[in-house]
């Protein structure tokens, strides 16, 4: 294992991936298991951008059966209604695949999709939808669905009770959804297994330059994030920008002239903890502003989202606002009146910036879409728009496939691995935290001595998942960093300042209650 960018420094290789978001380690692993001699990097850490802050939910699929319009008029919309199944059937597959492969990584949850009178979701509606996601997802993992009445739901299931009340309220349809444990982490075990079938991958090293040799491919500046001066130039016959919400950014790195290719959304979710009979249990709505709205259980916490604003700056820059709070806290409180949330009430909060394909045609404008480059002078570049982290396999395999509608493979193809990346079990080994017990001594050794770790957040927030624990990891970040220092080849002071630029990481991105305690030395 090597991170260091002399390793890679004048390599010839057949495609360079820029992004190691879930699409981009996706890409990178359907590319190598294909045969193709593979470069990912990523300026960051591998899944630390907006993979790193989805709603966590592997989402069903339901939106896309709801149209902004009368459900007869698919009739005079047969396009938008057959692009509309093939969505809701494409969530409904990836759903499947992601639970029979990756069961470790996902954790299986009630929701809760409230019915009203009155309301522009009525219960044969909500039904059909359902029933509809059935079939079309070939009932391969069931979402176990039923719509109750309120007082059957309400004895039964602790957040209905806290809804009860609600005068328009007529039933509830509950329903099986599932959670990543953490994203972040998917993104990396992809990553990993991209690097078992032959990959070159490199976090930390940022893309300065792009320059086109027409036919011939590319010529790719990088440096290292982290370190002053370090640069590596490598080759590369395709060039496959995956880079989220920074796609445009990177496409300017070729110094040509580019349209705009994406609508960067930004999404805030605010974690609150809600009465202990709601453990386990969530709920999906549309807010009072016609958005999705919900709340996802989070370990013994819940968190509301998201919000849905259009946001044109740099994605790094992005930051939740306190009337992005009062927002959330406010559709909460419709939904739930009786708990009063309040700003004193938030554990912590966080935002992402998703980037959807940026369209002037209404029925593009949340689609996956892979845009060949050529057509705007830059030749064998493809860019990659649109793709939430439950589609990410299949946004993998269709870059591939077009890729080798151009580019033949130099290396023998080998098969690929969705399975989880475990560490190994050592049961003697200690917790690092008595609060958060699933992460051991030896987890974080293993880690750091086999995963590409480069700074304490890497270790915390996207190899283990200490930094998303309702302390968020503040109290055992000195010992982590201690634990793993002679790995990693950190002295003492090179402690202190990954301990410290830890702790203002966490309280410029999620500014939690608990950032005020001083980290213990």
């Known amino acids: 294992m090597s991170t260091h960018l002399s390793g890679i420094d004048n390599r010839a290789y057949d495609v360079v991936v820029i ?44 939106a896309h059966l709801s149209p902004d319009y009368p459900i007869w008029k698919f009739i005079i919309h047969p396009r938008d209604l057959l692009r509309r199944l093939w969505m809701a059937s494409l969530a409904m597959k990836c759903r499947a695949q992601l639970v029979r492969t990756m069961p470790e990584r996902l954790k299986p949850l009630t929701f809760f999709f409230p019915v009203y009178r009155g309301g522009q979701y009525p219960g044969w509606k909500v039904d059909l939808g359902f029933r509809m996601l059935e079939l079309l997802g070939l009932r391969r993992v069931s979402l176990n669905y039923r719509r109750l009445s309120i007082r059957k739901a309400a004895r039964k299931y602790g957040m209905v009770g806290l809804m009860a009340e609600h005068k328009d309220l007529s039933s509830i349809a509950v329903y099986t959804e599932y959670q990543y444990n953490w994203a972040e982490r998917i993104c990396v075990d992809t990553v990993l297994d991209a690097e078992r079938l032959g990959a070159d991958i490199r976090n930390y090293a940022r893309v300065t330059k792009l320059e086109s040799r027409g036919s011939d491919g590319w010529v790719v500046t990088v440096e290292d994030a982290l370190s002053s001066g370090e640069t590596a130039t490598v080759t590369g016959k395709m060039i496959v920008n995956t880079a989220g919400p920074w796609v445009d950014r990177v496409n ?88 009063k949330l309040k700003r004193s009430d938030v554990v912590y909060s966080w935002c992402g910036i998703r980037p959807r394909t940026s369209s002037t045609a209404k029925e593009g404008i949340k689609a996956l879409t892979i845009h060949d480059m050529g057509e705007e002078g830059m030749p064998n570049m493809l860019a990659l728009t649109g793709t939430p982290i439950m589609n990410h396999r299949y946004a993998g395999s269709k870059i591939t496939e077009q890729v080798g509608a151009t580019l033949k493979p130099t290396l023998p193809a080998r098969a690929l691995s969705h399975a989880a990346k475990l560490f190994p079990q050592n049961h003697g080994s200690p917790a690092v935290d008595a609060d958060h017990p699933g992460v051991s001594l030896a987890d974080l050794r293993h880690a750091a001595g086999n995963e590409h770790v480069r700074t304490l957040s890497d270790l915390l927030f996207r190899r283990t998942d200490l930094g998303w624990s309702p302390s968020m990891g503040l109290g055992a970040a000195r010992r982590a960093a201690s634990e793993v220092a002679d790995i990693l080849g950190w002295d003492a002071a090179r402690i202190d300042r990954e301990v410290e630029q830890y702790e203002k990481f966490v309280r410029e991105n999620f500014d939690p209650a608990i950032a005020s305690e001083k980290v213990p030395g």
């Open 19 to 62: 992004g190691g978001g879930a699409a981009g380690a996706s890409t990178a692993q359907n590319l190598a298991a294909a045969g193709y001699k593979t470069l990912l990097v990523d300026k960051g850490d591998f899944g630390s951008g907006t993979s790193s802050r989805s709603s966590r939910l592997l989402y069903c699929g339901l």
């Open 252 to 339: 300017a790195a070729s110094g040509k002239p580019s349209r705009k290719h994406l609508v960067g959304i930004k999404g805030v979710n605010v974690v609150v903890k809600l009465p202990p009979q709601c453990e386990g249990q969530g709920l999906e709505t549309i807010s009072s502003i016609d958005q999705p709205f919900y709340c996802m259980p989070w370990g013994k916490y819940h968190f509301f989202g998201p919000t849905e604003t259009i946001f044109e700056g740099d994605p790094d820059d992005a930051r939740v606002l306190p009337e992005e709070i009062d927002f959330i806290l406010d559709q909460a409180n419709r939904l739930f009146p009786t708990l």
